[in-house]
């Protein structure tokens, strides 16, 4: 945490050679989402990982955020066909029916409503807006106990509030996000560090075993990447965009800060002594924020650039294997300890997750130098 910016924006100009272009990014993206496609060829068959979950859970989600990302810069019809087979077969509901609360099964409904705003189908919507508004209904904010959830569900009510025009969506949104930040567990956003902790379990006194703060980089990425995808549906007017671009820019400060030299970021992003370690969704997480800042001048490319192009460097040079595999990708968890080893020819226990993230931040990467 003590390095500045302007020091890790003079080592990211030694590599500037090594910075990727714009097509480098798409060709990148092409090759790891093709390869993900290649394996899991039927859509809709479940994931089996010591159990059967049906392919619209949380990871899978996450994964067709980054595909539409990739269709809005590379609009091949393969991706519209495999998402429909997707959601037609899971009937555009939520994981575990509309009556779940549950962040993580409503993390699809993201994808729900980016197709109904292509379509105007609203067969594509119609269970979503049942799931949320049956959820608002009941009057409790202190469902999102863990950070990642913020990601999950959060940018489903911003996304409600811009395609239908009612505020009362977003309204009860950052109910929820406030409740996170500012109560679960005494709040769970560090104002000093400009860190999240991932639930109340890592909130202090607790402390790795180096004596420092658990900030946990996928965790800390769930949040970055909300925050971007929230305040991209809404005006810079709007007091609720003001309010987590401020959450926005304090974390800014705090993830630069922390990335190593190579370009990535720790799995434990300030407690390298326990969990350190390349790690590519997090970075992927970080990159996709950094590229959206600049892309909408939040942050000076001047001082950020550099550090992006650090960061999709590595992703592409180092964790990207030439047939699209994806190394150093952490696996499920709630912790660094956790989907351990890390390393370039690991393989995780879901795959999904990881290329949704990797696809986001290159994308905006592309949209940033295109």
């Known amino acids: 945490m003590k390095t500045s ?21 798409l060709k990148a993206a092409r090759l790891t989402n093709d390869y ?23 990871t899978r989600g996450v994964y067709y955020e980054g595909l539409m990302a990739l269709y809005d810069i590379d609009p091949d019809k393969r991706y519209i066909e495999y998402t429909d087979t997707w959601a037609h077969f899971h009937k555009w509901t939520p994981r575990n029916g509309v009556k779940t609360r549950d962040a993580d099964d409503q993390c699809c409904e993201q994808t729900y409503i980016m197709r109904f705003r292509q379509t105007g189908d609203s067969a594509m919507i119609r269970p979503t807006l049942e799931n949320i508004n049956g959820q608002m209904n009941e009057g409790r904010t ?4 863990w950070i990642d959830a913020i990601q999950m569900a959060m ?11 009612e505020t009362k969506y977003i309204d009860h949104g950052m109910k929820l996000y406030r409740w996170s930040r500012n109560e679960c567990g005494g709040g769970l956003f560090n104002k000093t560090d400009g860190l999240w902790w991932r639930d109340k379990d890592f909130v202090p006194p607790y402390k790795e075993s180096d004596g420092n703060q658990c900030y946990w980089s996928r965790g800390d990425g769930w949040v970055y990447a909300a925050l971007v995808r929230c ?5 810079k007017g ?17 993830i630069v800060n922390c990335q190593r030299e190579d370009g990535f970021w720790n799995v434990s992003l300030v407690s390298p002594a326990t969990f350190g370690g390349k790690e590519t969704s997090g970075t992927a997480l970080f990159l996709y924020g950094l ?22 460097s590595a992703i592409i040079n180092e964790a990207l294997h030439r047939d699209g595999f994806i190394g150093y990708l952490q696996g499920t968890g709630k912790e660094p300890k956790d989907g ?26 592309y949209k940033l130098m295109k």
């Open 291 to 312: 590229c959206w800042g600049m892309n909408n001048k939040l942050l000076k490319k001047k001082t950020y650039l550099p550090i992006a192009q650090k960061a999709c």
């Open 5 to 25: 910016i302007i020091t890790l924006a003079i080592c990211a100009f030694a590599i500037a050679a090594e910075a990727q272009t714009a097509d480098d990014a």
């Open 340 to 365: 351990q080893p890390v390393t370039l020819n690991s393989v995780p226990d879901f795959e999904d997750y990881g290329t949704g993230c990797v696809l986001l931040g290159l994308t905006e990467y």
């Open 238 to 254: 709007n007091p609720y965009y003001k309010e987590l671009r401020a959450d926005f820019l304090a974390m800014t400060t705090a």
């Open 231 to 235: 305040m991209s549906e809404m005006k």
């Open 155 to 165: 940018p489903v009510y911003a996304m409600l509030s811009n395609t239908t025009g």
């Open 142 to 145: 202190d469902y999102w106990t």
């Open 36 to 58: 993900f496609m290649a394996k899991h060829q039927d859509p809709t068959e479940p994931t089996n990982v010591k159990k059967i979950r049906p392919s619209n859970l949380w």
